[in-house]
């Protein structure tokens, strides 16, 4: 049940902090920086984080459509030994069937699409350009989440008092958390959407712009 940072991994930490950057989250495989300095190094290349990105991807959904295979063979068996006109007039045998196949059918066509994702992001990276990471749903919690930070910043906040107002205005349905708010706090930042007003330690207040209040 140890979960501190290996030896590696404080190595890398180090090192990305010595190049200008300062971890703030993860999920899965994946990494959230913060830009610590205005000539931060690159700590990884576009063709790295493509493959360790695709990488990842694809080991979830192998698992996904593994364990789907498995529980769908042990209910195949189970179905196997009941009576083929009663399986088939009662909804208690039939709707988990179903329910399973549909799960296991999105399953395989979410392997599909990222199929697809990886050629065309392939060739982008190999054509010197940056792939699109997101997926299309979640581009729009990313610009409701946007909102919802810049409506709370219309008057000067922390990050913790940003994340309580969040949730608020959003009546529970919206958390924040630290990392991922820091990460687009300090997009915001660099593109003038907003300013740091003030910074005690690791409590910093910002504020929206007059160029983020007319985007």
Known sequence: MDVKPGKDAEEYAEYCRTAGWEFEDSRRRFCIFRKTAEDALSIVTEEERFKNIRK?????????????VSILGMTAVQLSRVDVVLMLFSNM????????????????????????????????????????YEKSWEKYVWYAMAVLILIALTEECCGVDIMEKVQRISKGR???GPGTLYAVLSKFEDNGIIRRTAEEGRRKSYIITESGRQR
């Open 93 to 132: 045998l039939l709707l988990p069937g179903l329910t399973l196949a549909v799960l296991f059918a999105c399953e395989i066509l979410q392997c599909i699409v990222l199929a697809v994702w990886c050629i065309k992001a392939g060739r982008r990276v190999r054509a010197g350009e940056r792939p699109s």
């Open 56 to 68: 990842a991807e694809w080991k979830r959904c192998l698992m996904t459509v593994l364990t789907g």
């Open 174 to 176: 919206v958390k924040v």
